[in-house]
């Protein structure tokens, strides 16, 4: 199954997901934040990248800039519970700036799977 990178600085939304995605299947690899998840995805790769907006020392923003650099294949999914930049919602942001869909929290099990699929079957497609 594929292996998932859940980066979040709520311990608790964390094992929410990581919860959700072990009972599918998914081999699932936690990181606090930024840094530590980008640490974590050089060691070895995920299949999908699972990224809070806000977070400590590196936020979700340039942790999706940085995973571009990394991979520019790397599949990117940002969630946040809402908020805005200079007039656009956080998500379009992260979107525009690479991420590959976005999932405002909170969200439901069955559309956090079907997101992650979704990006699972499009890096095994490339």
């Given at each position: 199954?594929?292996?998932?990178?859940?980066?979040?600085?709520d311990?608790?939304?964390?094992?929410?997901i990581?919860?959700?995605l072990?009972?599918?299947?998914?081999?699932?690899?936690?990181?606090?934040?930024?840094?530590?998840?980008?640490?974590?995805?050089?060691?070895?790769?995920a299949?999908?990248?699972?990224?809070d907006?806000?977070?400590?020392?590196?936020?979700?923003?340039?942790?999706?800039m940085?995973?571009?650099?990394?991979?520019?294949?790397a599949?990117?999914?940002a969630?946040?519970?809402?908020?805005?930049?200079?007039?656009?919602?956080?998500l379009?942001?992260?979107?525009?700036?690479?991420?590959?869909?976005?999932?405002?929290?909170?969200?439901?099990?069955?559309?956090?799977?079907?997101?992650?699929?979704?990006?699972?079957?499009?890096?095994?497609?490339?």
């Amino acid at each position: 199954m594929p292996r998932v990178l859940v980066i979040d600085d709520d311990s608790l939304m964390r094992d929410l997901i990581r919860i959700y995605l072990e009972q599918e299947g998914f081999e699932v690899v936690e990181a606090g934040d930024g840094q530590d998840g980008l640490s974590r995805y050089r060691q070895k790769p995920a299949d999908v990248v699972i990224v809070d907006i806000f977070m400590p020392r590196k936020d979700g923003i340039e942790t999706i800039m940085d995973l571009r650099d990394l991979d520019p294949k790397a599949r990117i999914l940002a969630i946040s519970g809402g908020g805005e930049l200079a007039g656009m919602e956080y998500l379009t942001y992260a979107r525009s700036l690479g991420a590959d869909n976005i999932l405002p929290k909170p969200f439901k099990r069955d559309e956090l799977l079907a997101a992650v699929r979704k990006a699972s079957q499009a890096r095994a497609g490339n």
